[in-house]
């Protein structure tokens, strides 16, 4: 299907060439437009006007070409890659042959839109704010974001990226993170000589550009097995941390690297944003049957005697002990627990206090390495790059406690990723309902800027574009941009993408990497989309960082004793989130320690769903906020039952507050709606109607420095969404400016899958201006209807209009055809019946004024 769809996209491309380009090669064809794009910048910059996209679009289109021809002459390569990919097996050779031409047909889009965009924005049909042009070496991280000259700025980066692609630089667009990699192997003996080459290159590495320190944890030397015990080394299986934590051993073997290493990079530049203590951290030790989960592993005595030290320090007595978990141990030294345990044992005493546990060993383990770094580095921030489908999925044999994770570290780490399809396996739930899976990336965010607000987020290795089970080389490229500004909006300070696979010649890193075959590495579109996001967000960075900072009035209790003693807790959590996510008032997270260490004034009422199970001391902190006057909504089922499933003592009481039971999500959504305070409430409205007849549209909105409010809707439904926007005060009507393009547009909008929505929202009283098309005091209305329409519309103008042109153009700016209108006050416009179903832009321009609608053909 997807190699039919190819085929005819170029068919199309080269029908609608002029005969003297259907000529010319690709190439050909690509290397005219960028001279012609070039040239359209040079004319830009002669009146002053910000031309750094059209320069990426440049770049981008250089450097895809130049890989173009490395897949040329390369098939057979590519072909082997292709086949690594279970979905495109059966195609790989096909795939193969055409992606040389399909990656030069997806740059002369690329260019293509670019010349259009280009050419409106010098003949003033559109605007653009000015791009921040931030120097890597010389920003700061300040608090929760990057700074520089005062202005908030995004980074963005790829994991693996060298600095050239050929003869074209890779770091003027796609940019410039710094660092250094240490791992146990480069301790050399077991008196703590580091590896010369690693010091050569430590003592000649520049201060760089703001960057961080990578800290792996494989490769174990083999002198350390021989001084620690051949059980020190636990083997690649499970994964990312080869050795024995609680083996003496390790805090002396990692101590002596950080001792001859973080000397060296304390205080420089690329170490700016810390050190991050562990690539993707898990400790599963689970089994179902004889079977071991993903990378789960047994334990080594040192970590059943630091078990044992932990359930004296945690029980008051054996007996106490052997009354929860039905045993007969004699004293704590005798404790004997099989691992991996069982996942059948879940909800028993045993399996909470075993799981607890590994929470708590992984936490001392890097709370000692953090300290063990600040002993050379005193100022060292860390980080930890936490999948946080740990924390938003079921699972909690792992031994991450996210929370506990994120309090520790100076940055919000993670390598939080989205899905835009699932290329192999079992149909997944949120493909129902939803473009791309936004779960594990929003919740996360939310959950971790609710633990710490004041931290930025870096995810170190973004997964959003590419995984090994989610990416398609026919990607539309508007998902990278509702995807990553979902991510920013949401929180997202730093990005390192997976990735850039390429080598400087064009080939690929890895020649059995099962995760290239039809990356971003093959897509021109979709990776110039996510820069041109990152420039559009960084000449917003004031108002990025607004949303980011906004308040979270509403607050959904989160215990991560209820997630230990359920198998599906999360998704009980998931299933409130996803009900409020779509309101347009943010949705932050409460446990007890937010309750306890945070301002309760920052939330209007904690919303508790299908969480039974709580120890008494969060029991203690959501009663403490009851008698100060809080406001908790919660179901019949949760608060019953401690960590041991023993009932709790009492119920919970109102105390000075106000305790509203509701039974449903739907009523408890209701409820807490009712209880948002003035300052809370949007001053606008979106609903949304859309043919899945389930919500997908994620709104924000903030006041700007003109005290307008400025509105970001993602679209992450799988349909086209329509939205009434009002603006709730409004004198007039309410009218929606487009925030990148200055373009007015509809208050009542069709977005597409995949859509941003970026919009200031204004009364139609404060319009003042003739030049933007819409009425100001005294001057000219145009209005278009219907829309949607079968394919006749109206326009409409409050007085005779002279010399009008009226243009269609599709999404991708390409004009379809034009009229002209010597006098007119109405018009009655026939769309060409060949036009498909979907999106255009109507443009109506009479040499004074310029507005644009979309229009929907149904």
Not at 168 to 193: C, K, M, W
Not at 385 to 412: A, D, V, Y
Not at 713 to 730: D, F, P, R
Request: proline share 3%; hydrophobic share 35%; net charge negative.
């Amino acid at each position: 299907m997807q190699k039919t769809t190819h085929h005819k996209t170029l068919l199309i491309l080269f029908m609608v060439l002029p005969f003297t380009m259907a000529a010319q090669t690709l190439t050909e064809q690509i290397q005219s437009k960028i001279q012609e794009l070039q040239t359209l910048i040079t004319q830009g910059e002669s009146k002053g006007l910000d031309m750094h996209k059209e320069k990426l679009a440049i770049r981008t289109s250089e450097v895809f070409l130049f890989y173009s021809d490395w897949d040329e002459a390369n098939v057979a390569i590519n072909k082997n890659m292709f086949e690594l990919v279970a979905a495109y097996q059966d195609n790989a050779q096909q795939m193969a042959d055409d992606l040389p031409d399909w990656e030069r047909g997806d740059i002369i889009k690329l260019l293509d839109n670019g010349i259009a965009y280009a050419e409106d924005l010098i003949n003033g049909e559109v605007t653009r704010k000015e791009f921040v042009d931030f120097d890597w070496s010389t920003a700061e991280h300040n608090g929760d974001e990057i700074n520089y000259n005062g202005q908030p700025v995004f980074l963005s980066d790829y994991t693996w990226k060298l600095a050239t692609a050929g003869e074209h630089n890779l770091r003027d667009y796609y940019g410039q993170l710094d660092g250094f990699f240490i791992s146990p192997a480069h301790v050399e003996d077991e008196e703590g000589t580091i590896k010369k080459w690693i010091l050569n290159d430590l003592t000649s590495k520049e201060s760089g550009t703001l960057g961080f320190n990578f800290i792996n944890h494989k490769n174990v030397p083999q002198w350390a097995v021989d001084k620690y015990g051949d059980d020190f080394n636990l083997g690649k299986d499970v994964r990312y941390t080869e050795y024995d934590i609680d083996n003496p051993g390790a805090k002396e073997m990692m101590g002596m690297l950080f001792d001859g290493t973080v000397p060296y990079m304390a205080g420089q530049k690329y170490s700016e944003l810390g050190y991050l203590l562990c690539n993707e951290p898990h400790f599963y030790t689970t089994k179902t049957g004889d079977k071991y989960d993903w990378a789960s592993s047994t334990v080594t005595q040192y970590t059943i005697d630091k078990f044992r030290t932990w359930l004296s320090n945690k029980h008051a007595s054996i007996a106490d002990l052997n009354a929860l978990w039905g045993s007969s141990f004699t004293s704590f030294n005798d404790v004997t627990i099989e691992i991996p345990i069982d996942n059948s044992e879940q909800g028993t005493a045993k399996w909470f206090d075993w799981v607890s546990f590994n929470q708590y060993r992984v936490t001392d383990w890097y709370t000692w390495m953090k300290n063990e770094i600040r002993k050379s580095d005193a100022d060292a921030k860390v980080h930890i790059k936490i999948m946080p489908n740990l924390w938003s999925e079921n699972k909690r044999g792992h031994g991450i406690n996210l929370e506990q994770l994120t309090e520790l570290s100076e940055f919000c780490g993670n390598d939080a990723g989205a899905a835009y399809n699932q290329m192999w396996g079992s149909t997944p739930e949120w493909q129902e309902h939803y473009a791309f899976e936004w779960r594990e990336m929003s919740m996360s965010y939310d959950f971790m800027k609710s633990v710490s607000p004041e931290k930025g987020v870096i995810n170190s290795e973004s997964h959003y574009l590419s995984t090994v089970k989610s990416r398609d080389l026919y990607m539309n490229p508007m998902y990278a941009r509702a995807c990553y500004w979902l991510a920013y909006t949401q929180g997202l300070t730093v990005s390192q993408t997976w990735f850039w696979c390429r080598r400087e010649d064009g080939s690929p890193k890895s020649e059995t990497e099962k995760g290239y075959g039809g990356s971003n590495n093959q897509q021109p579109r979709v990776t110039n989309e996510l820069e041109s996001t990152v420039l559009d967000l960084n000449s917003y960075g004031e108002e990025v960082m607004a949303y980011q900072r906004q308040r979270k009035p509403l607050r959904i209790f989160h215990s991560e004793t209820s997630a230990l003693n359920k198998p599906a807790h999360m998704d009980d959590v998931f299933e409130l989130y996803e009900d409020m996510v779509f309101e347009g008032v943010p949705i932050g997270f409460a446990t007890e320690n937010i309750i306890t260490k945070q301002n309760n004034s920052l939330w209007d009422a904690i919303l508790v769903y299908k969480t039974e199970f709580v120890k008494q001391s969060e029991f203690d902190a959501l009663q403490s906020y009851l008698n100060n006057g809080g406001t908790v909504i919660i179901d019949e089922v949760s608060f019953k039952k401690d960590e041991y499933k023993r009932d709790l003592a009492s119920s919970l009481s109102s105390g000075l507050g106000k305790l509203i039971y509701k039974s449903t999500v739907e009523a408890i959504h209701t409820a807490a709606m009712d209880q948002l305070d003035a300052d809370s409430k949007p001053e606008i409205t979106v609903e949304e109607t859309n043919t899945g007849g389930h919500k997908g549209c994620i709104w924000k909105v903030i006041k700007n420095d003109a005290g307008n409010n400025l509105l970001s809707v993602v679209n992450v439904g799988k349909s086209n969404a329509e939205l009434n926007i009002t603006l709730k005060n409004a004198s007039v009507g309410t009218a929606c400016k487009d925030a990148l393009s200055g373009v007015y547009v509809s208050h009542n909008p069709t977005l597409e899958p995949y859509e941003v929505f970026f919009v200031e929202v204004m009364d139609e009283e404060d319009l003042t201006t003739i030049g933007d098309g819409v009425r100001g005091k005294g001057e000219t209305k145009v209005s278009l209807h219907p829309n949607p329409t079968s394919g006749q519309f109206y326009l409409e103008f409050s007085d005779m209009q002279r010399n009008t042109s009226v243009c269609i153009y599709n999404m991708s700016g390409s004009l379809i055809e034009s009229k002209n209108y010597t006098s007119v006050n109405q018009i009655t416009y026939s769309l060409p019946s060949y036009l498909a179903h979907g999106n255009y832009i109507v443009k109506v321009n009479n040499g004074n004024w310029v507005k644009s609608f979309k229009l929907l053909k149904k």
